[in-house]
């Protein structure tokens, strides 16, 4: 398999600008999470899939942001309108119920640059 | 609830020395333990995991953990450090809640420094 895949790799847009991200999770894996990765914050749990639902977004920060999962084999992270404050290393990363233990598999992260 | 805490957010050790990163958590069920690597402008890779077999875990390059219930503890060891071993290392603790659902937990985070 060739791991979670993310597109784009690297994003750079203007303040008030869309910016979708987008993911592809391992074959086979019910779940998937996007998470934030800041300096100043850490490594963030923005929202989590099981079976192309969303489970819990009580991470996503604001309204401006909204994550879709229309199958197994793709999700999207919109951020409409962007922020300076939005730069940040977006990761996906998926999982399996059975028979794994919950490890999760990371894509490489898309590093967003709002200016 | 469960939480994991990283003791230490840096550690510096020479190279051919070992190394300890130190973990703690809190869980309420039985938990599932991992630790990430993640180098420099890299995603992160699973080290090595602990899911209720043996309590000490080998991972890969030489990295291991001992799952210690009474102390809370999931501690990360090599025996003697490697350059290549300079990354942000995650403890991670996850348990399977009621419903069937679950939440992976994250810990901030330890820069291990290899100095030559």
């Known amino acids: 398999d060739a791991g979670v895949i993310q597109s784009p790799r690297h994003e750079v847009t203007e303040m008030g600008q869309e910016v979708t991200l987008r993911c592809k999770p391992i074959s086979g894996h019910d779940y998937l999470f996007w998470y934030r990765q800041t300096m100043m914050r850490g490594l963030e749990l923005l929202i989590y899939f099981n079976n192309n639902v969303p489970i819990d977004d009580s991470g996503m920060p604001e309204d401006r942001f909204s994550a879709k999962m229309p199958n197994a084999s793709f999700s999207t992270l919109k951020i409409q309108p962007s922020e300076p404050r939005d730069s940040a290393v977006y990761f996906c990363a998926s999982s399996q119920t059975v028979p794994s233990s919950y490890e999760q598999y990371f894509g490489p992260g898309t590093r967003l640059t709002v200016t | 609830a469960q939480s994991v805490t990283q003791l230490d957010s840096h550690v510096s050790v020479s190279e051919g020395t070992p190394v300890l990163l130190r973990c703690n958590y809190s869980s309420s069920y039985s938990p599932s333990l991992f630790w990430y690597v993640q180098h420099p402008n890299k995603g992160l890779q699973l080290l090595l995991k602990y899911t209720s077999a043996a309590t000490l875990v080998k991972g890969i390059n030489g990295f291991e953990a001992e799952f210690k219930k009474s102390e809370t503890s999931f501690h990360l060891t090599k025996p003697s450090a490697h350059m290549s071993d300079a990354a942000e290392y995650f403890c991670?603790?996850?348990?399977?809640?009621?419903?069937?659902?679950?939440?992976?937990?994250f810990g901030r985070g330890t820069s291990l420094i290899v100095h030559p």
């Open positions: 991670v603790v996850s348990d399977l809640l009621s419903g069937g659902s679950y939440i992976p937990t």
